[in-house]
C-alpha cells in the first residue's frame, strides 16, 4: 500500500510518456470461472479508471498495448470479441474522452483492420486531434517490429539518402513521430518482456513489472509505480559527478 497521508504526490516523478501493456485479462476471467471475453470487457472498463488517474497525475502521454500484431494468431472468437470491444468502445467512449481533452490517436497498422473499424478509428482521431490534456496512444494491430519495417519502407518510398538517415529521421517516421520516447513501461500480470511493444521508443525506459492482473491495475497500483519510477536512478550511460 502507498501511504497517502505520507505520500506528497508534489514530489512525484512523472514520466512525460508511460506505456502499458495491458495484460492477464484472460487470467482474471479464468480465476472466475468467466469466458476471456469478459476479462477484455472488464480490461476496458480499468481503462476508464487508469486514465483518470492519469489526467489525476498529470501524466501528458499514455500508450497502451491492446492488441498486437502477434494476437492475430489467437483463436478466431477471440479475435472477434477484441475487435468488437474496440468498435463499441469507439462507439460509446470516445464523446466522453473528448469531453475530458483526451486526444486519441492510433498505432498499428490499420489496412488490416475492417474498413467500418478503421472509419471509427480516422472519426476518433479527428474529432479528439486537438485535445491536449492527455495524449492517448492506442497500440492496436500493433508490432515494434512491424512499425519499424514501416518506417523503412516509407524512408526509402521517400527517397531519402543513407547519409540523411539517423536516429532522429527514423524516430520521425515512426507512429509515434513528435512525441518524446517512453520514460516508463508498465506490465501486468508478471511477465517480463516487451512482446514486441515500442521497441524502438523504449529503448532507455524505465521497466516496471507488477503480478496484478490488468482489471485490477487501478489508480493505487498505478501509483506505486510512479513512486517506483521515482526512485530510480536514470543515468543514460554516463556516470554521476563526483
Ligand atoms: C491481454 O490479456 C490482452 C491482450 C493480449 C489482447 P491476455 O488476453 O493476454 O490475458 P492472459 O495473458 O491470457 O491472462
Ligand atoms: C502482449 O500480451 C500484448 C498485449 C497486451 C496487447 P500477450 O499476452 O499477447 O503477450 P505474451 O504472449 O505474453 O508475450
Ligand atoms: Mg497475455
Known amino acids: 500500500m502507498v501511504n497517502e497521508q505520507q505520500l506528497d504526490l508534489r514530489s512525484l516523478k512523472i514520466p512525460r510518456h508511460v506505456g ?7 487470467r482474471w476471467a479464468q480465476r472466475r470461472g468467466l469466458p476471456r471475453a469478459a476479462g477484455h470487457r472488464e480490461g476496458m472498463e480499468n481503462l476508464r479508471r487508469v486514465l483518470r488517474a492519469c489526467v489525476e497525475f498529470g501524466i501528458p502521454i499514455l500508450t497502451v498495448y ?4 502477434e494476437n492475430w494468431g489467437r ?7 477484441l475487435l468488437t470491444l474496440l468498435e463499441r468502445s469507439l462507439r460509446t467512449e470516445t464523446a466522453e474522452l473528448h469531453k ?21 478509428i480516422a472519426d476518433a482521431v479527428a474529432l479528439t486531434r486537438d485535445n491536449r490534456r492527455l495524449i492517448l496512444n492506442v497500440a492496436f494491430s500493433y508490432g515494434g517490429r512491424d512499425e519499424i519495417v514501416h518506417a523503412v519502407q516509407r524512408i526509402m518510398a521517400d527517397g531519402i539518402s543513407a547519409e540523411q538517415v539517423d536516429e532522429a529521421l527514423i524516430s520521425r517516421y515512426l507512429y509515434t513521430a513528435g512525441q518524446p520516447d517512453l520514460d516508463l513501461v508498465i506490465r501486468t500480470a508478471g511477465e517480463m518482456r516487451l512482446s514486441n511493444f515500442l521497441i524502438w521508443q523504449a529503448a532507455y525506459a524505465e521497466y516496471y513489472s507488477t503480478p496484478v492482473l490488468w482489471p485490477d491495475f487501478g489508480r493505487e497500483e498505478l501509483l506505486k509505480a510512479l513512486v517506483a519510477y521515482t ?12
Open 20 to 26: 502499458i501493456i495491458m495484460d492477464g485479462n484472460g
Open 66 to 69: 491492446a492488441f498486437s500484431t
Open 75 to 81: 483463436p478466431a472468437q477471440e479475435v472477434r470479441a
Open 100 to 120: 475530458n481533452g483526451v486526444s486519441v490517436r492510433h498505432i498499428g497498422r490499420t489496412d488490416t483492420l475492417a474498413p467500418g473499424l478503421q472509419q471509427g
Open 231 to 242: 526512485q530510480r536512478d536514470r543515468r543514460f550511460g554516463l556516470i554521476k559527478e563526483p
